[in-house]
């Protein structure tokens, strides 16, 4: 079967081999292909190639077309990313300064013009033609009520959340989930399988449950309302979410769930059921410090927790730099290995 | 009574309700306490009662841990300005994200417990490199260097916390001047900090104001 196949099995539950392995190595590229990572990221091709050549030495099951994360806050007219040759690239100017600029805040009438799509849209397009009918291609989009975070900093965006102005900050989520909307529908058009939905405010580690049905679900489902969550994987960043999953299935029909490292996976697992997909991830901040016995016993406790009735996915976390290759290796090793499925 | 203010008060910021909390202070105002009063006697005990209910209960939301920060500080300085003397201060902590590392929310929920439980801070911004970190906390003759980190690489660099802990110890600053560390990273490996050179680490922003503290009186008892 292919990787693609597999993933299809596990998320209806049919029979395959094994378990899928996914691996997200966004900011790796650039050292495969020694290059500093405003280079890496200046081009598609480099980072079609970066993965492919990342895939082929690793043998995991997906590819990932994400940039970084501020790629967002570029197409909005964000002009300074801080680079760094040794992590994750960071906004360094916010398109929000004070409040005023949020009644300036223009959404482009079609983002797949703006320059700064068009990496996006070479990597998609080498990807989807050189594995594109084998492998998952994932992309990401940053939902809604978490995409001001990058317009003006987590803080200003957290404060104006719970202080308001609210017909201003409404105003923001309206226009953020406009961009949305097309993000998704642009992304899937260039033949991205699999959208992460990357919604920490939709974590109850960010707010309160309250908060979420009250104020950040309606923003969720205007995001999603055109194109639907077909393929879709919930995603907080990495912040625990098991106690809303139950309602994003209800409100939001997204059967796919990527689980904290910080969460209980057993609760998961029972929780999503045959329902869809339980997406288990590996502490990797520990990678960095963890032998490679240590790492493949962290997976085989993980997979031994999730692959019994299938419907689950092996991934990581945001593989940071430091990890050594060697773990990284024995992590997508043991993964195949506790993975198989009888 | 003040037990009801208290619990009235963190009842109105659990639920991150500013308006309700900022209501209890001035109701409590009005039946005769003294804005000495309000902040000894109402906020600096219920940021207390915060700190142990969030250790007892790690789920409390980002949320939270903001407006705990940030009506506590409010009020504070707010009451500060009514005192008849200027209070005792604890003693001072500079504080900063980590070189390259541009993310500010963190610190401003670790500033804003300080400042309401008697501690000078200096905040020094984002990006803020090794040196600069130090060479204030001698100048300012503080305590305390607390280095926020959101991402990984910001949290590990040589330029950031481990940066720090080397001028510490090539200038004998070790016994004078302690370092704490939080952020992201070391939520995820609680073993972080002992691996950045970190004299302490909090895995929330409430937490680490009261981490710095127990810092500041290791150093000035």
């Not at chain 1, 994400?66 to 990313?81: D, F, P, S, T």
């Not at chain 1, 004070?98 to 009438?109: F, H, S, Y």
């Not at chain 2, 005769?32 to 250790?55: W, Y």
Request: net charge negative; proline share 6%; hydrophobic share 45%.
């Amino acid at each position: 079967m292919t990787p693609l196949e597999i993933l299809s099995s596990a998320t209806t539950g049919s029979p395959a081999p094994r378990i899928p392995v996914f691996c997200n190595m966004p900011d790796h590229g650039a050292r495969e292909l020694g290059m500093p990572a405003k280079q890496y990221f200046s081009k598609g091709e480099y980072v079609a190639d970066g993965q492919l050549r990342m895939l082929r030495r690793y043998g995991y099951d997906n590819i990932w077309s994400l940039h970084y994360v501020g790629k967002e806050a570029e197409l909005l007219g964000c002009r300074e990313i801080l680079f760094a040759d040794d992590g994750v690239p960071n906004v360094a100017d916010f398109v929000i300064k004070n409040l005023d600029d949020i009644a300036k805040l223009e959404i482009p009438a079609d983002i797949t013009q703006h320059p700064a799509w068009q990496p996006i849209a070479d990597s998609l397009r080498i990807l989807r033609s050189e594995i594109g009918a084998t492998h998952p291609i994932c992309a990401y989009a940053t939902a809604s009520t978490t995409l001001p975070a990058i317009l003006m900093g987590m803080d200003k965006w957290m404060e104006l959340f719970l202080l308001g102005p609210f017909d201003v900050r409404d105003e923001l989520l309206r226009k953020c989930s406009d961009f949305s909307q097309q993000e998704i529908a642009a992304l899937r058009a260039l033949g991205a399988s699999v959208l992460i939905y990357s919604t920490p405010f939709g974590s109850p580690y960010f707010v309160s449950r309250k908060q979420i049905e009250q104020i950040v679900m309606p923003w969720m489902r205007r995001d999603l309302l055109p194109g639907g969550s077909e393929n879709l994987i919930y995603y907080c960043g990495m912040a625990p979410f098991n106690d809303v999953i139950d309602l994003i299935f209800d409100e939001l029909h997204i059967t796919n769930h990527y689980i904290s490292p910080l969460a209980d996976i057993a609760e998961a697992k029972r929780l999503i059921n045959t329902r869809g997909l339980t997406c288990g991830a590996i502490d990797d901040i520990k990678m960095i410090h963890w032998s490679a016995e240590q790492t493949r016993a962290e997976v085989k406790r993980i997979v031994e927790i999730g692959k019994t009735g299938s419907h689950f996915l092996f991934g990581n976390g945001v593989m940071p730099l430091a990890v050594p290759e060697a773990n990284i290796q024995a992590m997508v090793d043991a993964a195949f290995e506790y993975g198989r499925l009888a | 009574m003040l037990d009801a203010y208290i619990q009235s008060y963190n009842q109105a910021v659990f639920e991150t309700d500013k308006p309700a909390a900022l209501e209890v202070v001035n109701q409590a105002l009005s039946d005769g306490l003294s804005p000495e009063d309000i902040v000894f006697k109402l906020v600096i005990p219920a940021v207390e009662l915060m700190m142990a209910l969030i250790e007892k209960d790690p789920d409390a939301n980002l949320a939270q841990h903001f407006m705990t920060a940030q009506i506590a500080a409010d009020v504070t300085e707010k009451m500060l300005e009514k005192f008849s003397k200027p209070p005792e201060m604890i003693g001072r902590v500079v504080i900063g994200a980590a070189y390259g590392d541009l993310h500010s929310l963190g610190k401003r929920i670790v500033s804003g417990c300080l400042k309401s439980l008697m501690v000078d801070v200096v905040d020094l911004g984002t990006n803020v490199s090794a040196e600069k970190f130090v060479d204030t906390a001698v100048t300012e003759n503080a305590q305390v260097i607390a280095v926020s980190a959101m991402m990984v690489h910001t949290a590990t660099s040589e330029k950031g916390s481990l940066g720090v802990r080397t001028l510490l110890q090539q200038r004998g600053l070790q016994q004078q001047i302690k370092l704490a560390v939080g952020g992201a990273p070391y939520r995820f490996d609680p073993e972080l900090y002992v691996k950045v050179g970190a004299d302490a680490w909090a895995p929330d922003g409430v937490t680490a104001a009261k981490v710095i503290v127990d810092l500041i009186r290791e150093v000035k008892p």
